[in-house]
């Protein structure tokens, strides 16, 4: 248990692995867990086995968060599961295609607004991040943008940061450990219930006032997963998904894409001030390359400088650095070891990703590892883990990445504050999230 305290999890469970080898077992009160801490033992499992480790542990505190194991990214692989997944995953890939790239594309220009209206002020860009991630989700989601300074937004992201931060806590996984405490006050607990039943009234207001209005426009995701139950229901087994599977899909992606783009954004323009000649040498290739304009995703070929700086960043600072936990479904086995049915799976990418035998200086921030012949490495990139489990998002935080970074590099250069002497900590603090530590930040317009 001690283990699973500390405080960046991700770097001590790769310290770790350096001792013990890339597959090893902690032991949490009844619960056997194997961290899994290179590329090649994650694919195996994730990939080459996946139908042995696709299932989710089932506990306790999971069940409350995610309305009894029904959403995505915590419901155990079943047949519900899939079909559930399946429909989720038509709608991104439908949104995706018709109006993903114009969604971002707005919310960069209102980015790159805020940023203005700053007037090179030194400035905590964090929450800025999530609005605009945020409402990327919210507008695929509801066909709805926020406002910076809108209750309903901040009422929604102050409840939805609270789970993610509760759930993440000791006092809370203790629970899912050593069930005797269940029979305890748990003042934790207690706040942990009220963030998941006001999450729900909230996006169940939302889903009301969708519903309501007088013709569900398919574009939005909601309304697309409203049209697909009725399909759904009359060409498969009978009442198979519902309403409430809308509902926590909704969750999933609300809480699945915020948090994460953003806390991304974060963390590269945090390391661009580590090595400002990286950013010029970004500027002056989209300068070159886009000659004004701003870029397309099917650019991305053509911008290897920025490409790179994209995969050294998924490399350094996975934001989802443990996955989410795996459960062996069945008796198996990772790297010769035999894994019994149930053991709890945690895929440590951020381990994999700092693996000396394939990254030479793991800890340095090195986008041009990414070109001139060093692509090849790129295959051994999993910061959206893999398999049936593959994050579902990755194609929409993909495009997303990129238009933001370009977004961002062609019109600002970042720097530090005249009067900061050090530059931002790159340690970060883990959660479920790999966050950047608060740091302040002035955005020069360029010329
Ligand atoms: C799951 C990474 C953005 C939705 C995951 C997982 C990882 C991950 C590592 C766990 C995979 C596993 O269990 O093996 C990331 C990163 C992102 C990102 C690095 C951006 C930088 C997004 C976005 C969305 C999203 C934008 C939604 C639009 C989800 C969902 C799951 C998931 C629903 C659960 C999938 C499942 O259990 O089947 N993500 N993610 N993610 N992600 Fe993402």
């Given at each position: 248990?001690?283990?699973?305290?500390?405080?960046?999890?991700?770097?001590?469970?790769?310290d770790l692995g350096q001792r013990y080898g890339s597959v090893y077992r902690l032991k949490c009160g009844k619960t056997t867990m194997v961290v899994l801490n290179s590329c090649e033992v994650i694919r195996e499992a994730l990939v080459k086995k996946w139908s042995d480790f696709a299932g989710r542990p089932i506990s306790y505190t999971g069940d409350i968060v995610s309305g009894g194991g029904r959403?995505?990214?915590?419901?155990?692989?079943?047949?519900?599961?899939?079909?559930?997944?399946?429909?989720?995953?038509?709608?991104?890939?439908?949104?995706?295609?018709?109006?993903?790239?114009?969604?971002?594309?707005?919310?960069?220009?209102?980015?790159?607004?805020?940023?203005?209206?700053?007037?090179?002020?030194?400035?905590?860009?964090?929450?800025?991040?999530?609005?605009?991630?945020?409402?990327?989700?919210?507008?695929?989601?509801?066909?709805?943008?926020?406002?910076?300074?809108?209750?309903?937004?901040?009422?929604?992201?102050?409840?939805?940061?609270?789970?993610?931060?509760?759930?993440?806590?000791?006092?809370?996984?203790?629970?899912?450990?050593?069930?005797?405490?269940?029979?305890?006050?748990?003042?934790?607990?207690?706040?942990?219930?009220?963030?998941?039943?006001?999450?729900?009234?909230?996006?169940?207001?939302?889903?009301?006032?969708?519903?309501?209005?007088?013709?569900?426009?398919?574009?939005?995701?909601?309304?697309?997963?409203?049209?697909?139950?009725?399909?759904?229901?009359?060409?498969?087994?009978?009442?198979?998904?519902?309403?409430?599977?809308?509902?926590?899909?909704?969750?999933?992606?609300?809480?699945?894409?915020?948090?994460?783009?953003?806390?991304?954004?974060?963390?590269?323009?945090?390391?661009?001030?580590?090595?400002?000649?990286?950013?010029?040498?970004?500027?002056?290739?989209?300068?070159?390359?886009?000659?004004?304009?701003?870029?397309?995703?099917?650019?991305?070929?053509?911008?290897?400088?920025?490409?790179?700086?994209?995969?050294?960043?998924?490399?350094?600072?996975?934001?989802?650095?443990?996955?989410?936990?795996?459960?062996?479904?069945?008796?198996?086995?990772?790297?010769?070891?035999?894994?019994?049915?149930?053991?709890?799976?945690?895929?440590?990418?951020?381990?994999?990703?700092?693996?000396?035998?394939?990254?030479?200086?793991?800890?340095?921030?090195?986008?041009?590892?990414?070109?001139?012949?060093?692509?090849?490495?790129?295959?051994?990139?999993?910061?959206?883990?893999?398999?049936?489990?593959?994050?579902?998002?990755?194609?929409?935080?993909?495009?997303?990445?990129?238009?933001?970074?370009?977004?961002?590099?062609?019109?600002?250069?970042?720097?530090?504050?005249?009067?900061?002497?050090?530059?931002?900590?790159?340690?970060?603090?883990?959660?479920?999230?790999?966050?950047?530590?608060?740091?302040?930040?002035?955005?020069?317009?360029?010329?």
């Amino acid at each position: 248990m001690m283990e699973l305290t500390h405080d960046h999890l991700p770097i001590h469970l790769t310290d770790l692995g350096q001792r013990y080898g890339s597959v090893y077992r902690l032991k949490c009160g009844k619960t056997t867990m194997v961290v899994l801490n290179s590329c090649e033992v994650i694919r195996e499992a994730l990939v080459k086995k996946w139908s042995d480790f696709a299932g989710r542990p089932i506990s306790y505190t999971g069940d409350i968060v995610s309305g009894g194991g029904r959403n995505i990214s915590l419901g155990d692989y079943t047949e519900e599961w899939r079909a559930h997944r399946r429909l989720v995953h038509s709608a991104l890939q439908r949104c995706c295609q018709r109006s993903l790239h114009g969604v971002i594309e707005r919310q960069a220009l209102h980015l790159r607004k805020v940023l203005m209206d700053y007037q090179e002020s030194a400035v905590d860009l964090s929450e800025d991040f999530t609005v605009a991630a945020s409402n990327v989700i919210t507008t695929l989601a509801f066909g709805k943008e926020y406002d910076k300074t809108s209750p309903e937004l901040q009422e929604l992201h102050h409840c939805l940061n609270k789970i993610v931060a509760l759930w993440g806590s000791s006092w809370i996984s203790a629970l899912d450990s050593f069930p005797l405490l269940r029979k305890l006050p748990n003042p934790v607990f207690a706040c942990l219930l009220k963030e998941v039943a006001r999450r729900d009234a909230i996006i169940k207001q939302h889903l009301n006032s969708y519903k309501a209005q007088n013709k569900i426009n398919e574009d939005a995701i909601t309304g697309f997963l409203l049209q697909g139950l009725d399909k759904h229901q009359s060409t498969e087994s009978g009442e198979l998904l519902t309403d409430v599977h809308v509902h926590m899909a909704t969750v999933d992606l609300l809480i699945g894409g915020t948090e994460t783009a953003a806390a991304w954004l974060n963390w590269t323009v945090a390391f661009l001030l580590h090595r400002p000649e990286v950013q010029t040498s970004v500027y002056e290739e989209l300068c070159r390359v886009l000659e004004g304009r701003y870029p397309k995703y099917s650019d991305r070929h053509r911008l290897p400088v920025l490409s790179s700086l994209i995969s050294e960043m998924l490399r350094l600072r996975p934001v989802a650095p443990l996955a989410v936990p795996h459960r062996a479904i069945r008796d198996s086995s990772i790297a010769g070891y035999f894994i019994p049915k149930n053991t709890v799976i945690i895929p440590n990418l951020f381990g994999a990703h700092h693996d000396p035998a394939v990254w030479p200086e793991p800890y340095s921030f090195k986008p041009e590892r990414f070109q001139e012949g060093g692509g090849g490495s790129a295959r051994f990139l999993m910061p959206f883990g893999g398999g049936a489990r593959l994050c579902l998002g990755e194609s929409v935080a993909k495009i997303e990445l990129f238009l933001f970074t370009a977004y961002l590099l062609r019109d600002f250069q970042f720097v530090l504050p005249q009067n900061e002497c050090s530059l931002p900590d790159l340690r970060g603090v883990a959660s479920v999230v790999l966050k950047i530590k608060a740091y302040k930040v002035v955005a020069c317009p360029r010329p």
